[in-house]
Structure formats: C-alpha cells, structure tokens
C-alpha cells in the first residue's frame, strides 16, 4: 500500500496524458482518465471503500499504457493499475452476474489443455454458422463476443522440443540458442505463428528450443489482479526456460512479452525465486527485436509487392518500446511498402481480455481502428500480437464494410523467406 501511495504522489494532475487516452478520447470523463483513475486510486489508498464506481471505471482502463508514454513526469501508471487491480481484485464487491462472467473467462483463458478442448466444438460452432454475427447477436455480451472474435479453427500444429539452425536454409553453426515462449491462447489457436516464428529463427541461424514445461507466462492474471496465480504460473515458465540453458527467451505476443519483462519486480519478494526471474527477465526479447539484435539477416527474401498497414500493439509499443524493429524487418523485404494508419498506436480495443470483459468500448475501439486502417487501402494489416489481429478482423467484418485480411509480423517475413505470399 505504501508503494501504491508513493506511485500516485508522483502525479502533478497536469492533464498531459488525457489526450493519449483512449477512453477518454470516447467518453471525455475525467474519472475515465488516467489522471482521475489516478485519483480514485489515492482515494482507496486513504480508506474508502473499492465502490461499484470506482470498480467500474478502474475496469474500463485498457491497461495499454498510452499513458505512461505521455506523462512528462514520468508516472508510472502501468505499476499504479496493477496494484490497483489486486485491490479492485480482493476488495470489490462485484455483483452475480460479473463474478460468473469474469470466472468463466479466467476458468479458460490461461489454460492451454482446456482452450484445446474447445478447438473441436468452435470449429462444429463454425461450420454450422453458429459464430456468425447474425447468430451471435442473440447471445449474452461476452460469449457474443467470443463468438465474434474466434479465429477460424486451424489444423493443430506440433512443434518439436528443438529445433536446429539452418543458417540460409543450410547446415552451419548456430548463432544463438533460444527457448520460444508457447503459451496458452497461442498454443491452441497460433501455432501457425509459432510455426513461422521457428522457421525464420532457423533460417537466421539461430538453434530453437521449445520447453515442454511451460504453459500461459501469467500475462492476463497480471494484468487482471489475480497476484497469486501469476506468480504461480511466471514460476513454472522461469524454472521452464533457465532449464532450457538458452541464450533468450523469444515471445511473439506482445502482451505475454511485456509482463515476462517484468518477472524480476514480480517475484522479487519470493527469495527462492528472484534471482532465476530476474535472469530469465533480462533475456526475453520480441522475436523482431531479437532478429534486429542478431546482426545481418542470412536468409534471403523473396519480393513480396504488397502494401502492409502496420499497427502498433500496445504492450509492443508502449509496454516494449518496440516500434521501429518490426517496420525495419517488414522493410528488409524487397516490394514490401509499410504504410501507418491514423493513430497507429492507439488501442485497438483487445487489450487481452478486455474485449470479452468489456465489449461495448472494446467495439467501439475497433471501429475506429477498421476505419482508419480502411483508409489506408492497403493489402495487409500487420501487426505483433495475435488478440490485436483477432480484434482488428471482427472489427471489419461486424461493420460491412471491406475486409482487409490481418497477419502477424513474423508470417509476412515467414512467406517472404519461403517465397510464398502471405495471403495465400
Ligand atoms: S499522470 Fe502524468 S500526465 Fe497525467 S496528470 Fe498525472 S502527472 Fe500529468
Ligand atoms: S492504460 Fe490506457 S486506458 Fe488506461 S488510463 Fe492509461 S491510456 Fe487510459
């Protein structure tokens, strides 16, 4: 507590960060601000009580730190709502309806054998047309979003515990060793990703190794509050990847990126545990910021003539500060144009969860990112987390509009390396 009251003392109330945010920009209200989230933060902090207000407008923050970027001295917003959130997560008296609603999501998300068990029923849901917007608008608001949101259910995709380096598709010394974060959503729905992003690390000269011991990194129970499950769950990764005696630790999900960063202050009051996480902290790198690392590309790119809107992620952008290895990888490929929507690195509205939990601003969010990445006319939207892709396509097709096909980063360059496009 005393931590939480230091961090919102930091506030001046100047305002700055308001214009960045995105739930300001759609409500103007100021407690909907990170300056009035701020305040009712300290209000907590000094003994009032977790109100359905104040819950309410804590659990309408995005958490994508638009705001911390913006503030001049330097608020670290980003550690004031995850505290917050365990507050919000131990002291709010939510009604039925939300804690059934919220237990559902958390009963799934972060469990890779139990998403897997709902890849047969989503893709029978998918072919009957169960999922589609005319069907699903007769649902309940969260599993109307879920149904909206699910990616076409894809044949399951194995990746072997180690993969070996083929410096330009040749045998040679590996460069580097590296572990690949798999996750849970990602594991179940994006192996694909997974997939492409072991074949161009292969490619680079770079030896792969994926840990069976792992499963979801703690992101969405970080981001959510939940304190005790994800120090549970960044314990099983950390002891996971220092295992895997690896020279980095490679993400290709933004969020689960950002919070892997961060695993040195998440256990840094557990004693048998802080000195692993903080080493396995410092070598996580975004599969585009390690490649721009590992010096000269090896593998060669085939032109690829297409036009690419690329949008920021925010855990990419504001959480990493990874903007220009992403745009500089999609460059390196001869014909490739990069374009940047209005409002690049403004939250698409998926924020993890978020669009299940809250989906009527989350849908609102993605309107607006279909529009200005429409305007852009290009070919493909690309961007570095798989939730930002979901969201920007079901935010395309709910509209009517034209509907510009999504890739990850890592495909584009993947196809450009295979000589394929990656549209096909
Ligand atoms: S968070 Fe920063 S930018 Fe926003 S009101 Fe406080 S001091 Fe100003
Ligand atoms: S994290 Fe995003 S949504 Fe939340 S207060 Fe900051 S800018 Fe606004």
Redesign the pocket.
């Known amino acids: 507590m005393t931590d939480l009251r230091q961090l919102t003392d930091?506030?001046?109330?100047?305002?700055?960060?308001?214009p960045a945010c995105p739930t300001y920009q759609l409500w103007g209200e100021e407690m909907d601000s990170?300056?009035g989230r701020?305040h009712l933060v300290r209000q907590v902090v000094d003994g009032a009580p977790v109100s359905p207000a104040i819950t309410g407008h804590l659990d309408a923050c995005l958490g994508c730190l638009a705001?911390v970027g913006?503030?001049?001295?330097g608020?670290r917003?980003d550690r004031i709502i995850e505290e917050a959130r365990v507050l919000v997560e131990t002291r709010a008296a939510r009604g039925f309806g939300d804690r059934a609603r919220r237990a559902a999501v958390f009963a799934l998300f972060p469990y890779p054998r139990r998403l897997r068990l709902l890849r047969g029923p989503l893709r029978l849901a998918q072919r009957l047309g169960l999922t589609s917007n005319r069907v699903a608008k007769v649902l309940p608001a969260t599993p109307r979003a879920l149904a909206r949101l699910a990616p076409p259910v894809r044949p399951r995709v194995a990746l072997p515990t180690l993969v070996p380096a083929r410096p330009g598709g040749r045998t040679g010394p590996a460069r580097a060793r590296v572990g690949l974060l798999t996750g849970c959503v990602q594991s179940a729905f994006f192996g694909h990703v997974s997939a492409a992003t072991v074949n161009v690390l292969c490619l680079e000269g770079v030896e792969v190794v994926v840990p069976r011991g792992q499963g979801c990194c703690g992101a969405l129970a970080r981001h959510t509050g939940r304190a005790g499950q994800a120090a549970r769950q960044a314990r099983r990764t950390v002891k996971a990847f220092t295992e895997a005696g690896v020279d980095a630790v490679i993400t290709d999900v933004a969020g689960c990126g950002s919070v892997m960063k961060e695993y040195a202050d998440l256990l840094a009051d557990d004693p048998k545990w802080s000195d692993r996480a903080a080493t396995v902290a410092a070598k996580v790198r975004d599969v585009t910021e390690f490649l721009a690392e590992l010096g000269e590309p090896l593998a060669p790119r085939h032109p690829l003539a297409l036009t690419v809107a690329y949008h920021d992620a925010c855990h990419l952008s504001h959480g990493q500060g990874v903007r220009g290895q992403p745009r500089a990888l999609l460059r390196s490929i001869p014909g490739l144009r990069v374009v940047s929507p209005t409002d690049a690195d403004v939250c698409c509205g998926s924020a993890g969860v978020y669009n299940l939990l809250e989906p009527e601003p989350a849908a609102q969010l993605g309107a607006r990112k279909a529009a200005a990445l429409r305007a852009t006319s290009a070919d493909v939207v690309v961007a570095g987390n798989p939730g930002c892709l979901l969201q920007i396509a079901a935010s395309m097709r709910m509209d009517g509009g034209p509907v510009i096909p999504t890739r990850h980063t890592i495909e584009v360059l993947d196809a450009s390396l295979r000589g394929v496009s990656p549209l096909s």
Request: charged fraction near 5%; aromatic fraction near 10%.
């Open positions: 930091v506030c001046v109330h100047c305002g700055f960060c308001l990170p300056r701020i705001c913006a503030c001049p001295s608020v917003y």
